[in-house]
């Protein structure tokens, strides 16, 4: 990529990645949490059981896919956008100066619906945000009883209690991430996600 583009090729699509995480993150988070709020109260008798995590991060997966497709959908072109392309022993420049670029050129050519490209194969991606946010709330679940057993038992707290007490939220989020990586991986080198890739290149040449 150095030799070919230069570092700056290196964060491509680096701008759309920030403007996207801000919202997804908060779109998702505020899913969930309302999600596990209203469907516990109004179809669990107030609990919070594991159902009702599982359907409250699908929807909010769902959501957050919906609403933020086009952000990665530019992300992705940009990231596909080679400085430079041979083409008929020619050279040309980049095909996308900038974000905005990208989107105007997307949205003349392709109308609107064109940011929305290979959303239905992005839902295939809530699986592992359902399963990473089911993971999580079991895992504190199961840190929240440990310290009730600890308070009850009477006993003196040891240095190991302190470091769960401490990382113990860090450790079940990075836990759930890493199960829930591994378990729907092979969605993520599936040449159709999280976008019409082929379209792309088509696009290019």
Known sequence: MHRLEGYRALFKGLGPNLIGVVPAR????????NGKRIIGERMNGGKEDAWVVLVSAALAGVVTSTVTNPIWLIKTRLQLDRNV???????????????????KQVVRGEGIRGLYKGMSASYLGVSESTLQWVLYEEMKKSLAKREERLVESGRETGWWDEV?????????????????????????????????FSSLYQNQN
């Open 26 to 33: 908060s779109i998702n988070f505020f899913v969930v949490g």
């Open 85 to 103: 392309v041979e083409r008929s022993g020619g050279q040309v420049g980049r095909r996308y100066r900038n974000s905005w670029d990208c989107i």
């Open 164 to 196: 769960v007490r401490w990382t113990g939220s860090t450790g079940a989020a990075g836990s759930a991430k890493l199960v829930a990586a591994l378990a729907t991986y092979p969605h993520e080198v599936n040449p159709y996600f999280p976008f019409p």
